[in-house]
C-alpha cells in the first residue's frame, strides 16, 4: 500500500519531496533521478533549486533520466520537453547537462531511440527516485489507458484528450503533436522509489483510481500498486475522492 501524504498546498509537497532528494542525493552524490514534466513537479524543483543554493550544495554528479518527449518537435522547440527539463530544473539546480538524458523525439532516429533509452537507464544503474504527475485520464508518463503494465521505452499516439490539456502550452491545438516517446509502466516500475504528486479536483478521480481502484490498464496510474516503495503526495483537493 502506497504511503499517501496529504499537504496543505504545493509548496509544502516542494519542501517536503526536495528534503527526500537531497537525503538521497547526500548518500549517494551521483543519484539517478527520475525526472517528470508537466506543472505537478515544479514545487518540487524551485524548492530543490531554492536549497541548493542556500546551502551551496554540490549536485554537479547527480544524474536524471525524463520520462518522455514528443516526437517529431524541431530541435530546441521551447516546449519539447528536452528544452523544458533544461529549462525547468538543469539550469536553475545546477546540474551537468551532460548528465541528464530525455528521450530523443526526433523522426530520423526514433526506429531506435526506444531500445537506446531503456539501455542508458540500465546502463547507469536504474532510477533511484522516480517523480510521477498524473493525467487527468490516469495517464502516467505518456501511458495512456490500455497500456501494459510490462511496458518498456516506445511511441505512442497522444489521446485527443491529453492533446487538448497540452494545448495550454503551444500557440494552436493543432500545433500539439501526434505521438511521444515514453518510458513504459514497466520501465517506471523498475525505479527503485516513486514519489506520486497531483493537486487540485482535476486529478481526484485518476488519484483515487491510482491508490485504491483496482489494478487495470485502463487506469495506468493503478500500476503504483505493483511497486513496494510509493510515496503520494496530494493536497486536499486530489485527496478528495479516496
Ligand atoms: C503530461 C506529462 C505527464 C504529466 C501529465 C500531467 O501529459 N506527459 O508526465 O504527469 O501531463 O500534467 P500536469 O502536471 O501539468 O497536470
Not at 540500465?122 to 501494459?148: K, T
Amino acid at each position: 500500500m502506497a504511503e499517501v501524504v496529504i499537504v496543505q498546498d504545493e509548496s509544502e509537497a516542494g519542501d517536503l519531496i526536495a528534503g527526500s532528494i537531497l537525503s538521497l542525493i547526500e548518500g549517494r552524490p551521483d543519484a539517478v533521478l527520475g525526472l517528470a514534466t508537466g506543472s505537478t513537479p515544479l514545487p518540487v524543483y524551485r524548492a530543490l533549486a531554492r536549497r541548493v543554493a542556500q546551502e551551496q550544495l554540490d549536485v554537479s554528479r547527480v544524474r536524471g533520466f525524463a520520462l518522455d518527449e514528443y516526437v517529431g518537435l524541431p530541435a530546441g522547440h521551447p516546449e519539447s520537453y528536452r528544452s523544458v527539463i533544461m529549462r525547468e530544473v538543469v539550469e536553475p539546480l545546477g546540474l551537468t547537462p551532460s548528465r541528464i538524458h530525455v528521450p530523443n523525439g526526433d523522426l530520423a532516429t526514433i526506429q531506435t531511440a526506444s531500445d537506446e533509452y531503456e539501455d542508458a537507464i540500465i546502463a547507469a544503474g536504474g532510477v533511484d527516485l522516480q517523480i510521477l504527475g498524473i493525467g487527468r485520464s490516469g495517464h502516467i508518463g505518456f501511458n495512456e489507458p490500455g497500456s501494459s503494465f510490462a511496458s518498456l521505452t516506445r511511441v505512442k499516439t497522444l489521446t485527443e484528450s491529453t492533446r487538448a490539456d497540452n494545448a495550454r502550452f503551444f500557440d494552436s491545438p493543432d500545433d500539439v503533436p501526434m505521438h511521444c516517446i515514453t518510458q513504459g509502466l514497466g520501465t517506471i516500475l523498475r525505479a527503485r522509489h516513486l514519489v506520486l504528486l497531483a493537486f487540485g479536483s482535476a486529478k481526484a478521480h485518476a488519484v483515487a483510481a491510482a491508490v485504491e481502484g483496482p489494478v487495470t490498464a485502463s487506469q495506468p496510474g493503478s500500476a503504483i500498486q505493483l511497486h513496494p516503495h510509493v510515496t503520494v503526495v496530494i493536497d486536499e483537493a486530489a485527496a478528495s475522492e479516496l
